[in-house]
């Protein structure tokens, strides 16, 4: 698909409403990370997040909250989470939202770490470390986005992750942007547009059962 079709936009979208919803999101899930402890099953913090999404104005969702434990942070979006899962002492989770603001879609995905393993630290900081690289990569160059996650994925490597490529970015617009395009961002051929496109970066561990996730939008450094 060219990137004219790709970037085709809803008559009300509005890019402030954009960074607004994105600015709602981003505290609504900090609020929620300071309340998540371990001991908590998935239910329990999820129990935690409309409230948190809620006191930030959102009155409703066009993707559900999902938040993953331990070895559940290696489950795809729409998979279940495997019950029985609890926060350990020595853990990962993330939470990934979709808020909607004002009949625009949001979208925000952050990881967090409990207790002191290395591993786990590291992951942690260095999903957010290939997430800078890789927007920074496309602010300077300007790849199409099928080179950007060519990128990322050797940025990974070079700190001893694996990028899962199913989590491969998406369009972000006006409720509902599917109607306008419903590809992946790891899939396009042309260079994609600020405000418009999630950048979405998972890193799984080559040897140990859990991963670390982080999204967000691809804007120019003003926007960021």
């Known amino acids: 698909m060219s990137r004219e079709l790709a970037e085709r936009l809803g008559e009300r979208h509005d890019h402030g409403i954009l960074l607004e919803a994105r600015r709602r999101a981003i505290a609504a899930v900090r609020d929620l990370a300071r309340r998540v402890a371990p001991g908590m099953t998935e239910a329990q913090g999820l129990e935690l997040a409309q409230p948190a999404l809620r006191a930030q104005g959102f009155e409703s969702d066009w993707a559900a909250p999902v938040l993953r434990f331990g070895t559940n942070t290696l489950k795809q979006y ?3 989470s495997d019950p029985g899962v609890v ?4 853990d990962v989770w993330f939470v990934d939202v979709g808020p909607l603001w004002r009949d625009h879609e949001c979208d925000y995905a952050e990881t967090f770490v409990v207790g002191a393993d290395p591993d786990r630290r ?3 900081r260095d999903v957010r470390t290939v997430f800078e690289r890789t927007a920074r990569r496309w602010r300077e160059s ?3 986005g099928a080179d950007l ?3 990322a994925a050797a940025e990974a490597e070079s700190l001893g992750w694996q990028l899962d490529f199913e989590m491969a970015g998406h369009r972000l617009g006006v409720y509902p942007h599917a109607p306008l395009h419903d590809g992946t961002l790891a899939r396009a051929e042309f260079t994609p547009s600020a ?3 999630m950048l979405e970066i998972q890193l799984r561990h080559p040897a140990r059962p859990y991963s670390a996730f982080f999204e967000d939008l691809l804007l ?3 926007d960021a």
């Open 78 to 80: 729409a998979e279940p």
């Open 87 to 90: 926060l350990g002492a020595d």
């Open 122 to 124: 590291r992951l942690v």
């Open 142 to 144: 300007r790849p199409s």
């Open 149 to 151: 996650y060519r990128y």
């Open 195 to 197: 405000g418009l496109w």
């Open 220 to 222: 120019e450094i003003e």
